[in-house]
Each structure stands twice: as structure tokens, then as C-alpha cells.
């Protein structure tokens, strides 16, 4: 059926509703703030994708974050996208070099693998990072 | 590859290898499966996933959106743009395309027309002549005369293909004789849609871009079971959850429906016995979930006869109104401002935590009748926990 959630706390009293003295903050009242407008998940190129594997542990992107992946920003040298190599999906560096693109796989490899062929291309370029839980 | 429809029962959409392989669109899937041709190919099957398809329509409206003054969604994977901007507009359609495929991963064709038939006709030449690079731009008029030459009729958009049988008895089969058909001819054999199709094919625009939906008419609710229902319990259970996801469209659109009619009927292609009823009758102005579901059983009992294996149960509402307009002394054995506050309440909550949170215990808990969608695909762009996942290199 529907999502999984489950109402958190009590979900009757939202800050106003107080029984003893009228709540100043009646008419203040903003809910919690929501990340899906801070990480522009509304927009029509934005989209969220998960990590798997160690390899970005030294770019600071761990196994279970969740990457916002933008697919109208222009790729820049040295940043992490999200690339179709032969239909497999996969999230490396990238690198600019004798006039194309390349995939740059970290942890100590230095074979630069070329981003060209069949159903291999940049898809988006990461521009946000999701950890949910530290 | 094929996409098959509700309940994993007819192709729906089909890959190029699928097309070759003779899959026809909307052939029922356990029929096409068995041709050794289509065995041959190894054609894959995949159950439809509509959130996902929901979601990357709207991005690709979004993307067409923030690029032309006006876009109307036609359907889930058609929309007519409207290219009156300072640009040319051959090449805006050829940005338009690659921002699409960009942006919303989806490859598309573009047609260019004068009027929104001409546009039709030019994204199917689009579609089916890879050297043109998805985008046919039929403003020119000499270019369209010699196109309508050799186009059969029957690949205008709003000629059916009784239509085009009718025409073709004449010896109209071809755009360019239907065009020279005299009007009152065409008015004749095809109604004034005839004649609307004449002019939209000539450049005269009769159809104007619009923005919202027409006014519902009528709306149904129907699906075939997951596994043949021999139970009155679970008919029931169906009916009425049909009648309560009617009463959610209903209160989308601001509606009610003072008329219902019921179907059911057994699955006329198994060999199983044949069995077919339907009733219609008037009902008390309404949007309430619980309502609906009370007068779609009570119909439906008396069409249930026991020992058949049903395949399928419908729900169908018409005589819609707006609720606003409607008077409050129609609402004669409900309390409306409950019911709508509760009717509310419910919709909020399921908008937010999904459909079906909350839902009157008349539709089941379980529902083991329920639609099969046996291979779904990930929500990938909906779903936390279904979304894409990529392998850190």
C-alpha cells in the first residue's frame, strides 16, 4: 500500500495548540524544513542517486550516501559525475585530456579509463551530497 | 523488450527487436509469447511502472516549459509546444530535442506543423525516417503537398481505421484525394470531425493549444484481477475499492456523480464459462468514498452468481457536476460538511504518507485479487528507497 512512514512524536500539538496560555507562535507556524527544496529535487534535472562501494572514500562520498545528480550542469575536470560505461552505472571522477573525456577510478589507479563508445557517456554531474545518518 | 499494460496482460510498448519480432501494440502478451518468432528473439517482458513514467513526463514537460511560451500535455509521452518565439523554430526543436534527451534521458521526436494535425503527421514522418534526426518540419506548403501524395489517410491523426476502410471503399486512400473529397462529402461520410480534419490538414487551425483538461464527463474505474475471483467476499472487496479510487479522481476534479454503473465478467479468452452483467442506475449526488462504495456493492450483488471464475470489475461514474454548484438540498441522507471534512482529512493523509493509508476497511486489508505487476521495474525517481544506484569507480 502506501509509503512506509511513521508519524514521530505526537502529532496532535504543532506548536500552536497550547491549552494554558495562548501560543505566541500561532501565527509563525512553518513545519520542519524540507530538504527537498534545499537540494532542488523539484527540478526536472535533478535526480537522487545512491552509492555503492568504498572507491570515493577519499573524496569524502561513502557507501549508502545518497549523490543529487544534476544532468543539465556542464562536466568539469576533476569533478565526480555519474557515467554509463556500456550500460553499467557508475560514479568516478572525470577528466578532460587530448580532447575528450575520461573516467579517473581513484583509490591509487591511475589508468584513465576513455568515455566513449556504446551507451557509455557522462550522464550528470554530482552536485550535492545526502548522508543521512553520520 | 516489451512494456506490458495493467496487470501484465497486453503490450503496451514495444522496442524496435520486439516490433521486428511481430509483437503487435496491444496484442495480449500470453498470446504473442508463444510464436516461435517472437520465441526466437527472446523477447523481454517487464510489468508497466507507471510512477516512473508519471515522473519523467513531468520533467519532460518541465524541460519544454522553461523553453517555450506555451506546452499542453496531450498524453503521458506527447505534448503540442507552441513555437511562436522569436527563434526559428526548426532549430529550437532541434535545442528542444536535446535538452529533452539531456535533461529527461528520454529520446523524442519533433513535428512541425501550422496546425496541430499537420504536427502529428510530421512527428510520425519524424519517427519513421531515422536520416531526418527526429525532427520533420512541415510548415512549408509545397513540401507538405508532396508528402500528402503517398501518406495514407489513416496516418492522420482522428482517422480511425474504420474510417480509413470507409474512405479506401470510395478510393480515397491517400491525404491528397481525401483533401480534394468535397467538403459535404467529408461532412458526410465523417461527421463534422471530417471536416475538421480537411482544414487542420490544409493549415487552418481548428484546434487551439489548451492549457487543462476538458471537463470530465464521466470517469471509470476498471481492472482485471490478478487470478480469477470466485468469492463474493473479494468481488466485493473490489468493487468497492474501485468505487473509492472513482471517489479520489471525483474529489481531484472538484466533482460529484449523481449515476453509477457496474460491470463484471469472466475472462472470455480462458475457456472458462462465459459469464457478462452490468447495471446502471441513479445514485445521491456524491464524492464520499463510503457512499460510493455502498451503492457500487449493492448493485453488484445481484449480478453475482456463484461458481464462475470472474476476471474483471468495473466502476463507472457519470453525470458529474461540479460540487460547488451543485445544491445542498441534493445531499439528502448525508451530512456533507462531515463528509467533506472527512473525505479531506483522508485525502491529505494519503497524499502525503501514499495512496491507500487511509481507506475505508470495505476494500480489504490484503486484496489478494489485486492487479499482478510481476515485473516492476524501480521507482527510481520516487521512491527513497528504490533509487538508482551507481558503483563508486
Known sequence: MGRKQEFEGDPIYDGSNTTGFVSPAGDALEGPVDLSALLDLRRPHRYPVRVLGEALVERGIYPGDVLIADTAAQPVHGHVAIIMLQGEVLVAQIAFRDGQWWMRPGQGRSDLVPLAGEETEIWAVVVALVRPRV | MVVLSNNDGCAVARSSEAKLAGVRMGEPWHLARQRSEVRAAKVEWLSSNYALYGDMSRRMYEVLAARVPRVEPYSIDEMFLDLDTPRDAALLAVELRAAVRRIAKIPTCVGIGPTKTIAKLANA?????????????????????????????????????????????????????????????????????????????????????????????????????????????????????????????????????????????????????????????????????????????????????????????????????????????????????????????????????????????????????????????????????????????
Open chain 2, 125 to 393: 514522418v519524424a519517427k519513421g525516417d531515422p536520416t531526418l534526426e527526429g525532427v520533420c518540419d512541415l510548415r512549408d506548403e509545397t513540401r507538405r503537398a508532396r508528402l500528402y501524395e503517398a501518406m495514407p489517410i489513416a496516418e492522420v491523426w482522428g482517422v480511425g481505421g474504420k474510417t480509413a476502410e470507409k474512405l479506401a471503399a470510395i478510393g480515397v486512400s491517400t491525404v491528397a484525394r481525401f483533401i480534394a473529397l468535397p467538403s459535404r462529402e467529408a461532412r458526410r461520410m465523417l461527421t463534422v470531425v471530417g471536416l475538421r480534419v480537411q482544414a487542420e490538414l490544409q493549415g487552418v487551425s481548428c484546434l487551439p493549444l489548451s492549457m487543462s483538461p476538458p471537463p470530465r464527463k464521466a470517469l471509470a474505474v476498471t481492472r482485471c484481477f490478478g487470478r480469477p475471483v470466485t468469492c463474493w467476499a473479494e468481488m466485493r472487496e473490489a468493487g468497492s475499492a474501485h468505487a473509492v479510487r472513482a471517489g479520489e479522481k471525483l474529489r481531484a476534479a472538484g466533482l460529484v456523480a449523481s449515476r453509477m454503473a457496474v460491470f463484471l465478467h469472466t475472462d472470455p479468452h480462458s475457456g472458462d464459462a462465459w459469464y457478462s452483467a452490468q447495471h446502471a442506475g441513479r445514485i445521491e449526488a456524491t464524492d464520499d468514498a463510503r457512499a460510493l462504495a455502498a451503492e457500487a456493492v449493492r448493485m453488484l450483488r445481484p449480478l453475482w452468481r456463484d461458481g464462475y471464475r470472474y476476471m474483471k470489475v468495473g466502476v463507472m461514474l457519470d453525470d458529474l457536476q461540479d460540487k460547488a454548484a451543485e445544491p445542498l438540498g441534493m445531499f439528502v441522507s448525508q451530512d456533507l460538511g462531515r463528509s467533506t471534512a472527512l473525505m479531506t482529512a483522508m485525502d491529505r493523509v494519503n497524499a502525503r504518507y501514499g495512496r491507500g493509508m487511509v481507506r475505508p476497511l470495505a476494500v480489504g486489508l490484503t486484496q489478494p485479487w489485486r492487479t499482478r505487476a510481476g515485473r516492476l521495474t524501480q521507482r527510481y525517481t520516487t521512491r527513497v528507497e528504490e533509487i538508482m544506484a551507481a558503483t563508486a569507480m
